[in-house]
């Protein structure tokens, strides 16, 4: 049953539209029913420095075939929205945060991006206009090109003093209405947990931990709440979401791994210290993540945090 579950599981591609941009190799697993997984690039144009960002993208992409899993990075390059980048276009991405040619997407940008960029003709490496999306906008497309799971750090949810700011992450959104398994670390640590799961459940989203009774802070292994589900193997995850779509439902699946290595308490500790920085300066809304992780990045002298989201992400595919 388990492994007839998995079977289903990776055969439920549907079908990628034109707009979306897939590349071969990726598009040659999908069709064969071999395993993709959908990367961010959010993380890769704006949220470590260059070239770090870089040998993180690398480090990931080779954990996942040495699985026997494509790896397809999603963004938007010049207009066109790819799922999957050859090595000279992620290190163009990893380059053009810096640059100020990469902008931050989330899933209500996608077309305006698109529409802003898609006429861009010119062949030139300093002139590529990229849109790094965002675990929303990922998800978004990583179904359109027909990937069922997503493997990324730490998802959104409701900032801290979001029941006066009503500051909740389109994360959440797109969870309750894009069916892709999004397995993560759990929640960032600089967001409300517990009214982040309190949004989940008013949104039917299926969300669980693996292998614990307790939901995972990013960094940390232990938030403090009760995770309202456990996840013991693989095949209690695709036979969750299989179940889910032979009901009809159209929403994702959240899966949080914990980060048990003790290296996460010294970022913990500087993405506090962060915080706080972000507070004084005035920065909010969607420039926050990207700014903690620079300083974090800088006050770890970026070995820390590289080796953390490292771990974060090579643990996230404990599925496979």
Same mark, same amino acid.
């Given at each position: 049953?388990?492994?007839?579950?998995?079977?289903?599981?990776?055969?439920?591609?549907?079908?990628?539209? /034109?707009?979306? @941009?897939? +590349?071969?190799?990726?598009?040659?697993?999908?069709?064969?029913?071999?395993?993709?997984?959908?990367?961010?690039? %959010?993380?890769?144009?704006?949220?470590?420095?260059?070239?770090?960002?870089?040998?993180?993208? *690398?480090? =990931?992409?080779?954990?996942?075939?040495?699985?026997?899993?494509?790896?397809?990075?999603?963004?938007?390059?010049?207009?066109?929205?790819?799922?999957?980048?050859?090595?000279?276009?992620?290190?163009?991405?990893?380059?053009?945060?810096? &640059?100020?040619?990469?902008?931050?997407?989330?899933?209500?940008?996608?077309? +305006?991006?698109?529409? *802003?960029?898609?006429?861009?003709?010119?062949?030139?490496?300093?002139? %590529?206009?990229?849109?790094?999306?965002?675990?929303?906008?990922?998800?978004?497309?990583?179904?359109?090109?027909?990937?069922?799971?997503?493997?990324?750090?730490?998802?959104?949810?409701?900032?801290?003093?979001?029941?006066?700011?009503?500051? $909740?992450?389109?994360?959440? $959104?797109?969870?309750?209405?894009?069916?892709?398994?999004?397995?993560?670390?759990?929640? *960032?640590?600089?967001?409300?947990?517990?009214? %982040?799961?309190?949004?989940?459940?008013?949104?039917?989203?299926?969300?669980?931990?693996?292998?614990?009774? &307790?939901? /995972?802070?990013?960094?940390? /292994? @232990?938030?403090?709440?009760?995770?309202?589900?456990?996840? &013991?193997?693989?095949?209690?995850?695709?036979?969750?979401?299989?179940?889910?779509?032979? +009901?009809?439902?159209?929403?994702?699946?959240?899966?949080?791994?914990?980060?048990?290595?003790?290296?996460?308490?010294?970022?913990? $500790?500087?993405?506090?210290?962060?915080?706080?920085?972000?507070?004084?300066?005035?920065?909010?809304?969607?420039?926050?993540?990207?700014?903690?992780?620079?300083?974090?990045?800088?006050?770890?002298?970026?070995?820390?945090?590289?080796?953390?989201?490292?771990?974060? +992400?090579?643990?996230?595919? =404990?599925?496979?």
């Amino acid at each position: 049953m388990a492994s007839q579950a998995l079977r289903r599981f990776a055969s439920a591609v549907p079908r990628a539209p /034109p707009c979306v @941009k897939i +590349l071969p190799e990726v598009a040659d697993a999908l069709s064969s029913g071999r395993p993709v997984v959908a990367l961010e690039s %959010t993380i890769v144009a704006h949220g470590m420095p260059y070239p770090q960002n870089l040998e993180l993208a *690398k480090d =990931v992409s080779r954990i996942l075939r040495n699985k026997g899993v494509t790896p397809a990075t999603i963004a938007v390059k010049n207009g066109m929205f790819r799922a999957g980048l050859h090595p000279d276009e992620l290190e163009n991405l990893s380059k053009a945060g810096e &640059e100020g040619r990469a902008i931050k997407c989330s899933t209500r940008d996608l077309p +305006l991006v698109a529409s *802003k960029h898609r006429h861009n003709m010119s062949h030139s490496e300093e002139n %590529t206009q990229w849109g790094a999306t965002t675990v929303a906008a990922t998800m978004r497309l990583a179904h359109v090109a027909g990937i069922s799971t997503f493997v990324t750090g730490g998802t959104g949810g409701v900032h801290r003093g979001g029941e006066l700011s009503l500051d $909740i992450s389109t994360d959440l $959104i797109e969870l309750s209405r894009t069916p892709v398994v999004v397995i993560s670390a759990g929640v *960032k640590s600089i967001l409300d947990v517990k009214r %982040t799961l309190e949004v989940l459940e008013t949104f039917a989203v299926p969300t669980g931990t693996w292998q614990s009774n &307790e939901f /995972p802070a990013f960094f940390s /292994p @232990k938030s403090g709440v009760k995770s309202p589900a456990i996840f &013991e193997n693989a095949s209690d995850v695709a036979s969750a979401y299989l179940t889910g779509r032979e +009901l009809g439902m159209k929403n994702g699946m959240l899966v949080a791994v914990p980060n048990h290595d003790p290296a996460g308490r010294n970022v913990e $500790i500087a993405i506090q210290e962060a915080l706080q920085e972000a507070d004084a300066a005035g920065i909010e809304g969607r420039d926050v993540t990207p700014f903690i992780l620079r300083t974090v990045a800088e006050k770890t002298g970026g070995d820390s945090l590289r080796r953390c989201v490292h771990l974060l +992400l090579s643990r996230g595919l =404990v599925a496979y």
